[in-house]
């Protein structure tokens, strides 16, 4: 399996423009996480599925974001309209049992920049 | 106060040195503790995990566990370059899928 597969790797847009992150997880995996990395709060959960149910979006920052597993394999994070302090890398990560006690496989993360 | 602290200071040692990095948490109920790997623009990868209280070894690879301190430990013996990245401690209840993480020691091992 090649892994948890994000796209794109890396993204810049203005300010107020619509911005869609996509997310592979691993095959089998029937958990899928959608975290945010910054230097100021590092590793932040955003929201997390499970068979493609979105069970807790409570990390989510606020209504521009929004979560939408459709089918077992791809996953998206949209930010509308985007602002400044969304520049952030974002990670998709899979687990075939949760995280709670085994192991959360990260993507590559999308590097993403708001001017 | 933060539910789990980590001093995201970086840390250069000499090849061969010991690492030793640590995390302090304030929520009791955390029974899961793990330690995650990142190298520089990748994603993290899990390094180790212990349940409860006390001390797993893996290579040259020891975590520690207190409990009562609410305290977690990273050890790395016979540090090689290769070790260089930044560990993330995380932690999280048992069955809980909201992973609490630290902010990241990078750590940079000199040949």
């Known amino acids: 399996d090649a892994g948890v597969i994000q796209s794109p790797r890396h993204e810049v847009t203005e300010m107020g423009q619509e911005v869609t992150l996509r997310c592979k997880p691993i095959s089998g995996h029937d958990y899928l996480f959608w975290y945010r990395q910054t230097m100021m709060r590092g590793l932040e959960l955003l929201i997390y599925f499970n068979n493609n149910v979105p069970i807790d979006d409570s990390g989510m920052p606020e209504d521009r974001f929004s979560a939408k597993m459709p089918n077992a394999s791809f996953s998206t994070l949209k930010i509308q309209p985007s602002e400044p302090r969304d520049s952030a890398v974002y990670f998709c990560a899979s687990s075939p049992y949760g995280t709670g006690g085994t192991e959360a496989f990260f993507g590559q993360g999308t590097r993403l920049t708001v001017v | ?111």
């Open chain 2, 1 to 111: 106060q933060k539910e789990v602290e980590q001093d995201p200071g970086p840390l250069s040692v000499p090849e061969g040195a010991i690492v030793s990095l640590n995390c302090t948490y304030s929520n009791s109920a955390f029974q899961y503790f793990m330690w995650y790997r990142q190298y520089s623009r990748k994603g993290p990868e899990l390094l180790m995990y212990t349940y409860s209280s006390g001390n797993k070894e893996d290579g040259r690879f020891t975590a520690q566990v207190d409990k009562s301190s609410k305290y977690i430990s990273l050890f790395i013996r016979d540090s090689q370059p290769s070790d260089s990245a930044t560990y993330l401690c995380a932690m999280t209840p048992y069955g809980n899928n909201r992973l609490a993480f630290g902010k990241g020691n990078q750590v940079v091992v000199i040949p």
